[in-house]
């Protein structure tokens, strides 16, 4: 007998994301109208919902100028959801979108997609502004991981049906590959003169006016080898002083001791090379780094960053930085 899904699977199919999705939200509202509410909470930090909803839930939405992807909808709610199956977002598209809104008690547009930047950060900025001036519309930026694990900490290990269905939308999401693929990538920049000093800090730097991509990993990489992996623990971006570290204490995320120090020593080291790094630099930290020989089977050397994704070198689940490390060896790449 073939497995019975909750969720249909219909490869290729346009807005099958979003249709899916607008199942899958409205079996949490069938289970429990509470939970559904917590849900969207979960989502928008400091949101506010009405005390009790009653959603009318619409699929293809027109506003005159665009088409949302669907919309729950009842008097003193509106929320809007627009979900892309990559980072194809467009500025013009859902400043359109705003005008589905209306006056009311909570207006909020949710961006769905697999990863954490469905826009570059300038345009998410404008996007904000503009929604908040027109019809106070609240933007939430999530990802399909994001909505699957807060919908299972609204369950407890007896409500098999509901982690049933959960998990059953987590198995469409990844079969149709819409779960973060960030985890799996490895950064993999030419180190050149800094690679001594990215060893022994255990960090890459690079000017923040660089557009990388938040990653799982980090690959040092010099003479056509990936000498070293880590796990990227923290990206940081501070402007603090070479001779005391003054700024590093307000970084957000917030700095270890040892991070600061590893930072501090990598800006002094870079001094000594004629670079200054303590001002508009992004650090990509990881706790340690671990030794492979990761090589490059094709000619001449990489020009700029790289992303590998580990999933097509290594088994998944991946092991720890020591086993993927170990399985690198006797890996290559091109």
């Known amino acids: 007998m073939s ?13 099958f994301a979003s249709n899916n999705t607008l199942l899958f939200l409205l079996r949490v509202y069938q289970d429990n109208q509470r939970k559904l509410e917590n849900l969207l909470s979960s989502l928008g930090d400091g949101l506010t919902l009405p005390a009790r909803i009653g959603l009318r839930f619409h699929n293809q939405v027109g506003t005159g100028g665009s088409v949302l992807d669907m919309a729950l909808v009842q008097d003193g709610l509106n929320l809007g959801v627009e979900t892309k199956r990559g980072r194809t977002f467009g500025m013009d598209q859902l400043l359109r979108h705003l005008d589905a809104f209306r006056q009311g008690t909570s207006n909020v547009l949710l961006l769905l997609c697999p990863d954490n930047d469905p ?7 404008e996007l904000r502004a503009a929604a908040a001036k027109r019809n106070n519309v609240t933007v939430i930026a999530t990802t399909f991981e994001d909505l699957i694990a807060n919908a299972r900490l609204l369950y407890a290990a007896h409500d098999e049906e509901m982690l049933a269905v959960i998990d059953d939308y987590a198995a469409y999401c990844a079969e149709e590959e819409l779960l973060s693929i960030e985890k799996f990538l490895m950064f993999v920049p030419p180190c050149g003169q800094s690679y001594d000093t990215n060893l022994a800090c255990s960090l890459y730097f690079c000017p923040t006016s660089y557009s990388r991509r938040r990653v799982g990993y980090l690959g040092v990489y010099s003479e056509r080898t990936i000498t070293h992996i880590g796990q990227i623990r923290k990206v940081v971006c501070p402007n603090f002083g070479i001779d005391s570290g003054t700024g590093l204490e307000a970084t957000q995320p917030r700095l270890t001791d040892d991070e600061r120090r590893r930072i501090l020593t990598a800006a002094q080291q870079a001094e000594g090379l004629g670079w200054s790094i303590t001002q508009e630099h992004q650090f990509f930290l990881c706790d340690r780094l671990v030794e492979t020989d990761f090589r490059k089977d094709t000619p001449r050397g990489i020009q700029g960053h790289r992303y590998l994704d580990l999933r097509e070198y290594v088994p998944t689940p991946l092991g720890s930085v020591d086993e993927v490390a170990t399985m690198l060896r006797a890996k290559t790449w091109g």
């Open 119 to 125: 826009l570059p950060e300038a345009e998410m900025v």
């Open 3 to 15: 497995e019975v899904h909750y969720f249909p699977r219909y490869k290729g199919r346009e807005n």
